[in-house]
């Protein structure tokens, strides 16, 4: 297919109905915690992800290739997504889907300060300045919001943080190291294969792994595997490869705004004003960091 310099209605659709999926997947997250154990529940996932890329590159007749040259780089891909995970699947425990989403999805925010001082290019404009003071004001007002705390968590705050740090930490990794040489299919499998040992080998070491699993809690599972670690993410790297890249990041203020609102639909979770306001904030921050003057 061939390459687009601007966003055309095929593009625009997919990645409203990928920033659907990513916000749905929060809620489905916090469900399917109730019948596993938050690490124990993020192991499983990517190893059935694992399983999933694995028979799509058979189907496809593809080869996972540079995997040995970017053996050490990978390792480090794999163990930030690996922490990435154990800190929003305890966050979803803990806290509420409204919460995790606004201070998880604060992502890029976080990552053009750092790129800010130290990627050559990455300096901020004044409008990508402002809207990262909006979106880190957005984020303070999120945290202290009277309605939405009370039924939140403080720990849980903390941690879907630095999972957002973990995510950025992921995107400079592939940014600076030779991941970046890499097919999406070996990327993802780096991440997979290393989260899945991580993940179900420390698992023991946050409380009990099954709780009370039900078909509702397997499906969860099901769906997290095929819909977002592997077949989803193989479907925004394709986009990726299709549309500009500051295009497509122009969209991802749309899932913190979608999880809030099925956060409150699905699971009642309180949104007042204030929380609406920050979320607002935020939304409108992510979209100027990431626009940039077309050349």
């Not at 769906?223 to 991802?252: E, H, K």
Request: aromatic share 12%; with cysteine; glycine share 10%.
């Amino acid at each position: 297919m061939e390459r687009k310099d601007a966003i055309d209605l095929a593009g625009a659709a997919g990645l409203v109905v990928f920033a659907t999926v990513l916000a749905f997947n929060q809620v489905v997250i916090k469900v399917t915690n109730a019948g596993f154990g938050p690490v124990f529940a993020a192991g499983l996932r990517s190893a059935l992800a694992l399983g999933v890329l694995g028979l799509w590159l058979w189907l496809r007749g593809r080869r996972l290739e540079g995997l040995r040259r970017t053996f050490w780089p990978g390792l480090l891909l794999g163990g930030l997504f690996t922490v990435e995970f154990i800190f929003l699947f305890i966050a979803l425990d803990l806290t509420t889907v409204s919460r995790v989403s606004i201070l998880f999805y604060s992502m890029p925010v976080w990552l053009a300060l750092i790129a800010h001082f130290s990627l050559p290019g990455e300096t901020l404009s004044w409008r990508r300045a402002f809207g990262l003071a909006l979106a880190m004001a957005g984020v303070v007002w999120a945290l202290f919001d009277p309605d939405s705390r009370e039924a939140g968590s403080l720990t849980g705050d903390i941690l879907a943080l630095l999972s957002a740090f973990a995510w950025a930490g992921i995107a400079l990794t592939v940014r600076l190291t030779r991941v970046s040489e890499l097919k999406p299919e070996s990327q993802l499998f780096w991440q997979l294969s290393v989260s899945a040992v991580g993940l179900l080998a420390v698992a023991p070491l946050f409380g009990e792994l099954i709780r009370t699993p039900t078909a509702l809690h397997l499906a969860g599972l099901a769906f997290q595997a095929v819909f977002v670690a592997s077949l989803g993410f193989l479907f925004w790297l394709r986009l990726m490869t299709i549309y500009p890249a500051s295009d497509i990041a122009a969209f991802s203020f749309l899932s913190p705004v979608l999880a809030v609102g099925l956060g409150w639909l699905l699971l009642n979770e309180p949104v007042g004003p204030g929380f609406l306001g920050a979320m607002c904030l935020v939304a409108v921050g992510i979209v100027l960091i990431n626009r940039r003057r077309r050349r």
